[in-house]
């Protein structure tokens, strides 16, 4: 079954996965802060979608790497206590609690619609959406939300764009979310 065609099988197709990379272009990070206090009092239909929009332009189409952050790491406690106290209704499905204590990374992630998959991060979507839905159980308190954003220029395979993900997920150990691919 593994045999040494099978491994220079393996070996050839990282090589064309790290050439792509090398090839790979990124736009300029767009930062974007959110209060708790906005988080709670929810957002509009679309009006997040056209802040990326504003900010990301001609990117807004472009497949897109993210990173939520709280501003320090008592906001981070905050968040991971108020995500620990909270009772989902059921069939709500949240995000998972990775149980990291000293990052104030909250979610990495990657997107071909940005603007939709923040609402669902930072309100609300279907109930069985894997999102964290920081509408439903973020603390009243004066901290902030600082969404990155990187749009993966030209055309990239999903597989560079989860690699750069991944790297960025294990560099960053946010406190929610998963590591890989669906």
Request: charged letters at 25%; aromatic letters at 8%; proline letters at 3%.
């Amino acid at each position: 079954m593994i045999d040494d065609e099978l491994l220079g099988f393996a070996r050839n197709n990282l090589q064309r996965r790290v050439a792509a990379l090398d090839n790979a272009a990124f736009g300029d990070v767009i930062e974007q802060a959110f209060s708790f206090h906005k988080i709670r009092a929810g957002f509009e239909p679309g009006e997040i979608r056209e802040l990326m929009r504003a900010l990301l332009g001609a990117d807004i189409s472009c497949a897109a790497i993210y990173r939520l952050t709280v501003n320090d790491q008592a906001a981070a406690d905050m968040l991971r206590l108020a995500f620990e106290q909270f009772r989902p209704p059921d069939g709500l499905k949240l995000t998972r609690n990775n149980n990291v204590d000293d990052s104030r990374t909250v979610y990495v992630g990657s997107s071909r619609d940005i603007g939709s998959r923040l609402h669902q991060h930072l309100h609300t979507s279907a109930k069985g959406t894997y999102a964290l839905k920081l509408h439903l159980w973020c603390p009243d308190a004066e901290n902030r939300i600082n969404v990155e954003v990187t749009p993966v220029r030209g055309v990239a395979e999903a597989s560079l764009v989860q690699d750069v993900e991944d790297a960025l997920w294990a560099r960053s150990r946010p406190m929610f979310g998963k590591f890989g691919a669906k």
